[in-house]
């Protein structure tokens, strides 16, 4: 069994910075795939970043490329989403994955584990 815990979210303005963590627990990570998927009302759960928990291979959805960032602290078993120059678009519930077999995908069924999730909301 693997646990994700999500925190960091809030409320942000335009323009703003916030930085989410994804905090995991239950087993060794470090064949592990972590993502990131977001999740506005209406729409499906999409793709936002990924990042192996060994190496430093990340990779990201183009709506967010050059403005945010996925990270990790392995020693923590924390990943991290740093999110700058934030806009409206970017309000949703955000979501921390796990996928066992440590592909990248940008699709949500491949991921096993997900955590509650934190919401995000950018105001203008």
């Known amino acids: 069994q693997v646990q994700l815990v999500e925190s960091g979210g809030g409320l942000v303005q335009a323009g703003g910075s916030l930085r989410l963590s994804c905090a995991a627990s239950?087993?060794?990570?470090?064949?592990?795939?972590m993502g990131w998927f977001r999740q506005a009302p209406g729409n499906q759960r999409q793709f936002v970043a990924a990042v192996k928990w060994s190496g430093d291979t990340t990779y990201y959805a183009d709506s967010v490329k050059g403005r945010f960032t996925v990270s990790k602290d392995t020693a923590k078993n924390t990943v991290y989403l740093q999110m700058n120059s934030l806009k409206l678009e970017d309000t949703a519930v955000y979501y921390c994955a796990a996928d066992e077999d440590g592909g990248m995908w940008p699709w949500p069924f491949r991921y096993e584990y997900w955590g509650q999730g934190t919401q995000v909301t950018v105001s203008s």
């Open positions: 239950g087993r060794t990570f470090s064949r592990y795939t």
